[in-house]
């Protein structure tokens, strides 16, 4: 896919078969846009499941690694004077076309087997053979909204190697895995290194009718967790992480949902954040695979090893 960035900002799709000239051989799937002062970016897929982006310029061997993050703007330095930023649309529109080039992250096997543990009792994973065919398994979960979103979910942790992500979910599945089920209102997370999160957070926070002073109040409480009620539901402060890495949590739970897991179920407040945590990740994991092309299994990678300019 290739691109030209506009004057306002804006993108202008050029056809796929157009040729670049100056720019250095690369494999496809690529996203390529073309920048003023004969400016390049470049995405390409490093080990079949990550970006790489390189700022180059034509007709020279001169490139750089740069980063491109979701919902972020990226601004780039030209010479000493000179910059082009690059709107938060655009990045995103961009991850999204070299997104859908690629396969998920992560192993099906070794997430598969863990989610089995969880729901051995569940008949879609008694066959062993069934089990490992990643296609089929894919067609199924289809079907299993709450299996999908924790196989992706665990999916992900684990090519992260994020294992207190695992954890969570294991969570959510033993001791919540039917409250969310059909809920209207979905509960909300929000982490800040500081004493309060960030200025958006905090109006997130706000619409849900809990104040800045509010937080401020919990924010002064010397033992954790915290829990402030108001009429839109609850807001529990919670710490989390060691003392070299320490952060925290802010978790908005409707009241419906308080009502179920503390008054009816006796969890504990921990229990509570890290269930809604764990479920959150799940869905948050469901939408990030959509954005992802088809799985190898199902399209047999025909286009990895193309060559194009």
Known sequence: MIFELMSKGNLAQLPDEMRVVGLPETLSPRVLLLLPYNRYLLGTISLKTYEHWRLGKLGTEESEEVFLYDEKPKTIMIGEVETITIAKEVVDRLKSCLRSQMTPP????????????????????QDEDFLKNEKAMQESLEKDAPARMAYWAIRFALSRNDYEGVSRIKTWLKIAPDVFEGTLQVPRIWFSLMDLPGRKDIEDMESLAFSVDDLQRMNSQSSRPVVLYSKAGYLILSDFGSEDAAFRIWLYLPIPLW?????????????????????????????????????ASMTGGAEAGKSTR
């Open 259 to 295: 009502n179920e897991m503390r008054e009816k179920r006796k969890l504990s407040i921990r229990e509570i954040v890290m269930a809604t945590w764990g479920y959150l990740d799940g869905l948050a994991a469901d939408i990030e695979r959509s954005s992802f092309g088809l799985l």
């Open 106 to 125: 992560g192993e099906h096997l070794p997430a598969m087997l863990i989610l089995r543990g969880l729901l051995k009792e569940d008949a879609l994973f």
